[in-house]
């Protein structure tokens, strides 16, 4: 498995090549392996971030035993979530599944008491599971994506990359996530063939439409599939 990191502090993206059964980056312990992360997609390039990574660590060490997950990285034409879900940008677990009700409840209030997550799901939305997330960056639309543009790294610069790609704009290449002149000019393209302004950054009507198009469409013959 090819694992992207984006560590924050460093604005870097980091490449990890790790067996399923291996621990991701920056996990100690074996508290969250690489299939665990995987969860349900079929892929073999999964990404996330230093940071959520780091504080999972901290959730698992205060919890004390280990932490059912089931659900987090999706890629974003496989589907199965939100049109602007953290899933895809390999910011979120769903866990505790099969947990008892009491317990899911210590465990989320534990985790928004904690405060390092940017996001704990409320009871009403998550009922029979846990939902933490380490969303960044200030939201183009609602609750979804920030804007990117050239020069920007990171986790949501490879959904786009992702995206773009998977709805045949190929000058992109690969997912680094780094935002260069190929994804910028790639972006640009798509949004003039969607009568969009070409800004050339993805401000909200750009996301909207991007997201639109691709989320569970599934493979298509442009994907990048390493």
Known sequence: MRILVYDRGANVVRVFNRRLTDAMPYIKNRYL???????????????TSREFMENFNKLREKWGSPIPVRYAFKRIWEGGHSGQSQHYAGLAIDMAQGMPKSKRDKLRNLASRMGIFSYVEPASLTPTWVHIDNRFGKAACGAGYPVVRN?????????????????????VRNIDGIMGRRTTNALGNYQDNNNLPRTEETNCPTWQSITSRVVGKGVSPTTYLP
């Open 33 to 47: 392996t690489v299939d665990e992360f995987r969860g349900s997609s079929n892929t073999d390039i999964l990404w």
């Open 151 to 171: 020069g920007s790294r990171g986790n949501y610069v490879m959904v786009l990359q992702d995206a773009l790609l998977n709805l045949g704009y190929t000058s």
